[in-house]
């Protein structure tokens, strides 16, 4: 049905048909009209898989309708032709309108949109698991997943797809599904070896391979291209970029988002998703509320950054966002990476993380940071985050931390560990193999911990947060971080440290094998423990031999 719309490139002007009808010339131009009309709308439909929908004729019907309603205009000494060429520009101008004009009307509009999706909260309520904190960055992933993929059998013929998080049986591993690297070497092959999985938790694991052969994917040709074959069955819904999601078995699904515009085509809308498996192309529709488990990202990225930038900069319309620009707030533009990055919270439940800062250029602090559930769409936007270091001001002191090794960070991602709001910075050598691992305090960036293990970072991290943060008595705030004890010193030993200008006690209590450590700062009468003495105090529970006091009580002391 939707090639009846090639009629339109005729001449529409029965005057012409006519006078005309015997004229070969004339037979020849209307015959080359009517098969350019269907080579257009051919390209659209099957290879910009353009929805059948009202709004995308008028979104791009007025365009090519308007071109050959002004073809017309040879025929100008026909009758009623002038009607012709006057509604032809009159589309070319609604198609200037819809495009160029109109998007600018409904700025606030979007932001409304965005914000009907929103809650704003202070800082989030608990802290996140240290376990399914990824602390392998993406690049380390990738260079891991391209040493896989050059073991494979004719290599030449593949090329990595997107990688992505993904929770996969409780755990967090990057995912890269394998793609053709062109049109010749899907002839080939018309078949996929499988996809490149690799631990995102652990930075000593490898990529492995999981042997799963795969037939319609993105990069397929004719029939077996994945969208095309989606649109083929599903020729009304708005189709989304895809995301590669194995299931808990390691079974490798195609996600599809799909859904509608509002406005015009302005504000896409997700309703649900389509299913596909890629061995045999079925494919299963699901709203987003009767999602699968195994599903972690239903909203794309891109449609996650477009709502991000609306609910930031769009607040008090065009006008405001062009010149005054109050009460707005940019998110974080990143170079070579998605807008939005993927968090996991302490369900482990994937969110679209951005922070926000300042339309002024150059700013190095954050105002906010938003949690957009991949799942529901939901986002939650932390307004106490005020004063924080953003993402890239992250970035340039973990670099600096490094400056020697000139190491490149990661892109990072914030967490609330211990009860504090942290960046998680992977640092990289030029050949993207991984070095180091950073934690940052987002509101001092002289407390960090830098280890090239997992366990011992977050250990130096916790000693770090007791430590550096003075009078922060907030921290940390996990009950289970702190634990009390009363004894009796056995051993004292005290120095003083230069940079910080205090004197440190280390000391033990009877029946523990621990060495406890104190500040002047902190306590001001621990420079005269000695042995024998009485002693109440909390500390910072670590694996470690040594921890951190974070407070003290001498006895016969205030």
């Known amino acids: 049905m939707i090639y009846f719309l090639s009629l339109l490139a005729l001449t529409l002007n029965p005057f012409v048909w006519k006078k005309k009808i015997r004229n070969k010339r004339f037979i020849a131009a209307q015959t080359g009209r009517f098969v350019l009309g269907l080579l257009l ?231 649900g998703v389509y299913v596909v498996d890629p061995q045999n192309g079925k494919i299963r529709n699901y709203t987003l509320k009767n999602l699968p488990g195994f599903i972690d990202q239903a909203i794309p990225s891109t449609v996650a950054e477009a709502w991000n930038t609306w609910y930031g900069e769009n607040i008090h319309g065009f006008w405001n966002k062009l010149f005054a620009q109050e009460d707005m707030k940019r998110p974080t533009e990143w170079s070579q990476s998605d807008e939005v990055n993927g968090v996991f919270d302490h369900n482990l439940e994937l969110n679209w993380f951005t922070d926000f800062t300042r339309p002024k250029s150059g700013s190095g602090a954050m105002v906010g940071y938003s949690m957009l559930n991949t799942r529901t769409g939901k986002m939650i936007y932390y307004a106490s985050a005020n004063g924080l270091l953003n993402g890239k001001s992250a970035m340039n002191v973990a670099e600096k931390t490094f400056k020697q090794n000139k190491y490149e960070a990661g892109i990072p991602n914030l967490y609330t560990i211990y009860g504090q709001e942290t960046w998680v910075v992977p640092l990289m050598d030029s050949n993207h193999v991984l070095r180091e691992l950073m934690l940052i305090h987002g509101k001092n960036e002289n407390v960090y911990s830098a280890e090239t293990d997992k366990r011992t970072l977050f250990d130096s991290y916790k000693y770090a947060l007791a430590t550096k943060l003075g009078d922060d008595h907030a921290v940390p705030t996990d009950s289970a971080l702190l634990k009390k004890m009363t004894g009796s010193i056995t051993h004292v030993y005290r120095y003083y440290d230069e940079e910080a200008h205090q004197t440190v006690s280390q000391f033990m209590v009877d029946n523990n094998e621990k060495i406890f450590t104190v500040t002047s700062g902190q306590n001001p009468y621990s420079v005269f423990l000695k042995a024998g003495g009485q002693v109440s105090f909390q500390y910072v529970d670590t694996n470690e031999r040594v921890s951190a006091v974070k407070t003290l009580q001498i006895e016969g002391k205030k």
């Open 41 to 271: 709308v051919f390209l659209m439909t099957y290879f910009r898989l353009i929805d059948h929908t009202w709004q995308a004729f008028l979104s791009y019907g007025s365009l090519f309708w308007g071109f050959f309603l002004l073809l017309d205009m040879m025929y100008k000494k026909e009758k009623t032709v002038s009607v012709n060429a006057a509604a032809g520009l009159l589309l070319l101008l609604f198609f200037a309108y819809l495009h160029f004009l109109y998007p600018l009307t409904v700025t606030k509009a979007k932001y409304d949109f965005a914000a009907a999706k929103t809650t704003i909260v202070a800082k989030p309520e608990a802290s996140m698991d240290e376990q399914h904190i990824p602390v392998v960055p993406e690049k380390y992933a990738r260079y891991k997943s391209e040493k896989v993929l050059g073991e494979l059998s004719h290599v030449s013929y593949y090329e990595l797809g997107h990688t992505s998080l993904q929770k996969i049986d409780g755990h967090l591993y990057w995912v890269t599904p394998i793609e053709y690297s062109g049109f010749f070497k899907w002839l080939k092959s018309h078949k996929i070896p499988g996809y490149i999985r690799m631990s995102a938790e652990n930075e000593n694991a490898n990529a492995v391979l999981v042997k799963k052969e795969m037939k319609y994917v993105p990069s397929a040709y004719y029939s077996e291209n994945l969208k095309r074959l989606v649109r083929a069955q599903h020729q009304t819904p708005i189709l989304f970029d895809p995301s590669f999601e194995p299931d808990e078995s390691g079974k490798p699904y195609y996600v599809v988002a799909y859904g509608y515009y509002q406005k015009l085509r302005q504000i896409p809308e997700i309703q």
